[in-house]
C-alpha cells in the first residue's frame, strides 16, 4: 500500500488562503488518483477534490469550485491543495487519499488514507 502524510494545515482567517500537501511513499505515486477529503467536528467525511493520476482530469466538490485547486506534482510523489478564499465552514481535518482508476467521490472507494491535518478558520 502506498503510504500518504499531510501537512499545511493551521489556523487562518475568513478569505485567508493556506497550501496543503500530502507527501506519499511506498509505492509509485504517479499510479494513483489522489483526492482530499475533509471531516468536521460530529460530520461525516466529504469529498472537496480529486485529480486523475494522468493530471488530465480534475473533479471538485461544489462548494469549492472556483477558490480550491488541487494538483499533483509526479516527480515529488506529492499531492497539494490549494485553498483560497478559505470559510469558516471549511474548519475540519483534512485528509488525503488514494486509489487506482478514476476519480470518486466516496470514501469507501479509496484504499488509503493519510492521518490528516488540521485546517481552522476563524469568522
Known amino acids: 500500500q502506498i503510504q500518504l502524510e499531510e501537512s499545511g494545515g493551521g489556523w487562518v482567517q475568513t478569505g485567508g488562503s493556506l497550501r496543503l500537501s500530502c507527501s506519499a511513499s511506498?509505492?509509485?505515486?504517479?499510479?494513483?488518483?489522489m483526492a482530499w477529503f475533509r471531516q468536521a467536528p460530529e460530520k461525516e467525511r466529504e469529498f472537496v477534490a480529486g485529480?486523475?493520476?494522468?493530471?488530465?482530469?480534475?473533479r471538485y466538490a461544489d462548494f469549492v469550485k472556483g477558490r480550491f485547486t488541487i494538483s499533483r506534482d509526479n516527480a515529488k510523489d506529492t499531492l497539494y491543495l490549494q485553498m483560497n478564499m478559505l470559510k469558516p465552514e471549511g474548519t475540519a481535518a483534512y485528509y488525503c487519499?488514494?486509489?487506482?482508476?478514476?476519480?470518486?467521490?466516496?470514501?469507501?472507494?479509496?484504499?488509503?488514507w493519510g492521518q490528516g491535518t488540521q485546517v481552522t478558520v476563524s469568522s
Open positions: 485529480i486523475h493520476r494522468s493530471e488530465e482530469k480534475t
Open positions: 511506498g509505492r509509485p505515486f504517479s499510479g494513483y488518483t
Open positions: 487519499a488514494a486509489r487506482w482508476g478514476v476519480i470518486l467521490n466516496t470514501t469507501a472507494r479509496y484504499e488509503s
